[in-house]
C-alpha cells in the first residue's frame, strides 16, 4: 500500500478545497488534494450564474435581508452576517488574480437588486476554478477517493483512499472534507456524477454531526437530462409558459419567474402536474447565445432551439443546504477534522439557499477551515481505518425513483414513509475499505444518506406540517435545526453550538 505524509488533507478539488489549498499553501503548510474525478471536477465548473457578492457596504444589509428570507427563518444571521462581511475581500483577491469578472453584476432570484458576479458569459464556475488551480502549487492526486477516515486517539488523522495504482494510506495533520453535494441520490438532478454526499458519510462515521439534511434545494428549470438553465437566464428576460403557452408565474408570486428557488420549482412542478408540461422561452433574453453558450449548446444537443422556440424544464435536484456540521471556522467538532464548501452545514443557507451564495461560502469558508485546521495540526501515531459501508449498486437504482417522488416537488408524508422503509429495507454492510469499490462505496454513501434525510423530512413534518407541503411558511414557525448523529436525529435551537 502506497503512504504520503502532509500538513493538511484536503478531500475536494472544487471552489472550496482549491482555495483552502491555496490559503495553506500561502502560509507555508504542505498540502494534497484527492479528487475523486478527473479535473475540473465537482459542481465548481458547472456553475452557469456566478458569484453573489455585496455591491458595497451599503448593501451588505440588503444582501443579508436576502439571504435570510430565501432561508425561511432557519438561516443562523450571525454566520451569514460574518461570511458576507468577508465577501469583499475575497472579490478584491479574485480581481487580483486576473479573473475576468463582467463589469456589470447580474440579478438572479431572491436577490433584490443585481450583485451576482459573472465570468466567461455561463461559464463562471469554470472560470474561477481554472483561476484558482492555475496559482496552486500544491499536487491534486486525480482520480482518487477517500474510503475510510483514519482515527487514531479519538483524531482525524487522515485517510484510506482508492487511487488507481491501488489503496493509498495518507496521514495528515488534519483533514479538510471539501467533497461537495449529494444531487446523485435523485434521479433528475444537475450535480455532476461524483456527488455522492461522500463526505457527509464519512464524516458520519467518524461521530460527527449532520445537519438539515432534509433540506435539497431544486432547481426550477433544468433539461430533461438535468443540464441546467441557469437563473441568470430569467434574470435577463426568460419567461416560464405551461403547455398550454400561458406565462403562470404571475398566480404563484408577485416576483413572477425571480421569485426565490423553492417558489418557481412547486410553481412549475404544478403546472407541469396540471398541464403536462413546462417550457422556457428564452427568446425574450438579449445576446442569447453569447450570454448564455453553455445553455444554447445543451439544449441543442438535446434537438431543442431556445431561439427559436421555448424549451422543456423541470425541477431537478441542485444543492443540499444541510450537511455536516461546522462553527464558522469550518471544524466539525471531532479533532482533526474541519469541512468547508457543499458538504458543510454552517447555517448560511437555512432552508433554502440564496442563489449564487454557495460558490461564495466556498470561499470564505474554505480560507477559513483551512487555517483554521493550521492552527490545530497534530500527528497521534498509530491510527486505524474505520471500517467502510458497501451497498448492492442495482438497489440504488430503485432508492433513486423513490426519491423523486417522495423528497423530490412531489411532497407528501405519505409517500415519505414508503420511500424510507424502501430505504430502511437496504443493506449495508461492512468492509475492509482497502477492497471496497467506488460504485459500491458511493452506493452505500447514498443509502446512508437517503435514511436519515427521509427521517428528518418526516420528523419536520409531523412537528410543524408545513416544510413538505405548499404552506410552507414565509417565516418558520418554529427554527430549529435538525442533526443526526449515528442513527439518533435530535432538534438543535437556531444559533446555539
Ligand atoms: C449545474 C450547477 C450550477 C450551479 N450554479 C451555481 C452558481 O451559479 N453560483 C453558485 O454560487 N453556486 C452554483 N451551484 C452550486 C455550486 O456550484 C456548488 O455548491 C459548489 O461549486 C460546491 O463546491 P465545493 O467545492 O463544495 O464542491 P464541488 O465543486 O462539488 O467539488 C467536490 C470535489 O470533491 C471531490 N470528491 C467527492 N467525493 C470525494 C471522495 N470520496 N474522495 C475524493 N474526492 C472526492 C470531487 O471529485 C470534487 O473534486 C451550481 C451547482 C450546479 C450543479
Redesign the pocket.
Known amino acids: 500500500m502506497g503512504r504520503l505524509s502532509v500538513d493538511l488533507l484536503v478531500?475536494?478539488?472544487?471552489?472550496?478545497?482549491?482555495?483552502a489549498a491555496l490559503a495553506a499553501e500561502a502560509r507555508g503548510a504542505k498540502v494534497l488534494?484527492?479528487?475523486?474525478?478527473p479535473?475540473?471536477?465537482?459542481?465548481?465548473?458547472?456553475?452557469?450564474?456566478?458569484?453573489?457578492f455585496p455591491l458595497d457596504e451599503a448593501d451588505l444589509e440588503a444582501h443579508l435581508q436576502d439571504t435570510l428570507r430565501a432561508g425561511r427563518g432557519l438561516v443562523e444571521e450571525r454566520v451569514a452576517r460574518a461570511i458576507l462581511a468577508e465577501a469583499p475581500r475575497h472579490l478584491a483577491r479574485l480581481r487580483a488574480f486576473g479573473l475576468p469578472f463582467h463589469p456589470e453584476p447580474t440579478r438572479?432570484g431572491g436577490h433584490s437588486r443585481p450583485r451576482?458576479r459573472?465570468l466567461g458569459g455561463d461559464q463562471?464556475?469554470l472560470l474561477l476554478?481554472r483561476g484558482l488551480l492555475a496559482r496552486l502549487q500544491s499536487p491534486i492526486l486525480q482520480g482518487?477517493?477517500?474510503?475510510s477516515l483514519l482515527l487514531a486517539q479519538g483524531r482525524v488523522a487522515g485517510?484510506l483512499?482508492l487511487s488507481p495504482e491501488g489503496p493509498l494510506e495518507v496521514r495528515a495533520g488534519a483533514v479538510l472534507l471539501?467533497?461537495?453535494?449529494l444531487?446523485r441520490l435523485f434521479p433528475l438532478?444537475?450535480?455532476?456524477e461524483?456527488?455522492?454526499g461522500?463526505?457527509m458519510a464519512?464524516a458520519l462515521r467518524a461521530g460527527a454531526a449532520l445537519r438539515d439534511l432534509e433540506f435539497v434545494q431544486f432547481?426550477p428549470t433544468a433539461l430533461p437530462n438535468g443540464?441546467?438553465v441557469?437563473?441568470?437566464c430569467r434574470g435577463e428576460g426568460a419567461i416560464l409558459l405551461n403547455a398550454r403557452g400561458e406565462r403562470f408565474m404571475e398566480r404563484y408570486d408577485p416576483l413572477l419567474e425571480l421569485a426565490p428557488r423553492d417558489v418557481v420549482a412547486r410553481a412549475v412542478h404544478r403546472e407541469r402536474e396540471a398541464t403536462g408540461g413546462v417550457f422556457l422561452d428564452l427568446r425574450p433574453v438579449p445576446n442569447l447565445e453569447t450570454r448564455f453558450p453553455t445553455v444554447v449548446a445543451q439544449a441543442r444537443a438535446l434537438g431543442f432551439d431556445p431561439l427559436k422556440e421555448p424549451i422543456p424544464v423541470a425541477p431537478a435536484a441542485?444543492?443540499?443546504m444541510g450537511g455536516v456540521k461546522t462553527d464558522l471556522f469550518g471544524y466539525t467538532g471531532i479533532p482533526g477534522l474541519y469541512a468547508?464548501?457543499?458538504?458543510?452545514s454552517t447555517g448560511f443557507h437555512g432552508a433554502n439557499?440564496l442563489?449564487?451564495?454557495?460558490?461564495?461560502?466556498?470561499l470564505v469558508m474554505?480560507e477559513r477551515a483551512a487555517l483554521a485546521a493550521l492552527e490545530d495540526l497534530a500527528f497521534p501515531q498509530g491510527a486505524e481505518p474505520l471500517p467502510s459501508l458497501a451497498a448492492d449498486p442495482e438497489a440504488l437504482l430503485a432508492l433513486k425513483a423513490w426519491m423523486e417522488r417522495a423528497a423530490g416537488v412531489l411532497r407528501s408524508g405519505k409517500r415519505l414513509e414508503e420511500a424510507l422503509r424502501f430505504a430502511e429495507g437496504l443493506p449495508l454492510r461492512e468492509v475492509a475499505p482497502e477492497r471496497a469499490i467506488r460504485p459500491s462505496?458511493e452506493a452505500a454513501h447514498q443509502v446512508l444518506l437517503a435514511r436519515l434525510l427521509l427521517r428528518m423530512a418526516l420528523l419536520r413534518e409531523e412537528s410543524r406540517g408545513a416544510h413538505f407541503r405548499e404552506d410552507f411558511p414565509q417565516e418558520a414557525e418554529e427554527a430549529y435545526h435538525l442533526e443526526a448523529r449515528g442513527e439518533g436525529i435530535r432538534r438543535v435551537p437556531l444559533g446555539i453550538e
Open positions: 478531500l475536494g478539488a472544487g471552489v472550496a478545497g482549491v482555495y488534494l484527492l479528487s475523486k474525478d479535473l475540473p471536477s465537482g459542481s465548481t465548473p458547472w456553475a452557469q450564474g456566478g458569484i453573489a438572479e451576482v459573472h463562471s464556475g476554478l482518487t477517493m477517500a474510503a485517510v483512499a471539501a467533497t461537495g453535494g444531487g438532478t444537475t450535480n455532476p461524483g456527488a455522492t461522500d463526505g464519512l432547481h443540464a441546467l441557469s437563473e441568470a441542485h444543492y443540499a468547508a464548501g457543499e458538504v458543510a439557499r442563489a449564487s451564495n454557495s460558490l461564495l461560502e466556498g474554505g462505496l
